[in-house]
T-cell receptor
Framework: NAGVTQTPKFRVLKTGQSMTLLCAQD?????MYWYRQDPGMGLRLIHY???????AKGEVPDGYNVSRLKKQNFLLGLESAAPSQTSVYFC??????????FGPGTRLTVT | EDKVVQSPLSLVVHEGDTVTLNCSYE??????LLWYKQEKKAPTFLFML????IEKKSGRLSSILDKKELFSILNITATQTGDSAVYLC?????????????FGTGTSLTVIP
């Protein structure tokens, strides 16, 4: 039982490049979330999904897209990376408003 | 606007001290309040509170929720250096689009030997 896994763990991008972050969970959770964490800002919700094939915007969705084609996977895409997207990205899953289980995070630097 | 506010922002104590961390919230369609501990990696779950006045305990940590005054506290007694971390408060809410969580900015706790 791996819980929530994220790939990659680290990535450096140049401005304008694109990339996809993958989140996978093996707990059969309906809900999955993508957060970014910046110093002094806490965790801010980017997008979330309440089930396979559904997505919804969170607090800071601009510049990101997501897809949930399979229940266990939640992908976060950056189409044209900007330095302001330098952050640590966490994926989480939950069964409703019960506790969230977090992945180990992806540290992204955009130069 | 929904918000979760934690105080203090940071705290430095000596081993053996007792600390109280605060979390106040203004969130519509409140469903749950959760506390997490974050060391230099992903947040790990501590407590989930849904009812007022019922204390939850785990070892030296305890937490209680007041849904009338819209706040929660996290107490840590006999602190140890291993308690040094950022403590996050989150509120779960139900929206038309599904469940969402709102996080506070966290309280950074440093325990000095």
């Amino acid at each position: 039982n791996a819980g929530v896994t994220q790939t990659p763990k680290f990535r450096v991008l140049k401005t304008g490049q694109s990339m996809t972050l993958l989140c996978a969970q093996d707990m059969n959770h309906e809900y999955m979330y993508w957060y970014r964490q910046d110093p002094g800002m806490g965790l801010r919700l980017i997008h979330y999904s309440v089930g396979e094939g559904t997505t919804a915007k969170g607090e800071v969705p601009d510049g990101y897209n997501v897809s949930r084609l399979k229940k266990q996977n939640f992908l976060l895409g950056l189409e044209s990376a900007a330095p302001s997207q330098t952050s640590v990205y966490f994926c989480a899953s939950s069964a409703g408003t019960l506790e969230q289980y977090f992945g180990p995070g992806t540290r992204l630097t955009v130069t | 606007e929904d918000k979760v506010v934690q105080s203090p922002l940071s705290l430095v104590v000596h081993e053996g001290d007792t600390v109280t961390l605060n979390c106040s919230y203004e969130v519509t369609n409140f469903r749950s309040l959760l506390w997490y501990k974050q060391e230099k990696k992903a947040p790990t779950f501590l407590f989930m509170l849904t009812s007022s006045g019922i204390e939850k305990k785990s070892g030296r940590l305890s937490s209680i929720l007041d849904k009338k005054e819209l706040f929660s506290i996290l107490n840590i007694t006999a602190t140890q250096t291993g308690d040094s971390a950022v403590y996050l408060c989150a509120v779960g809410a139900y929206l038309n689009t599904g469940n969402q969580f709102y996080f506070g900015t966290g309280t950074s706790l440093t325990v000095i030997p």
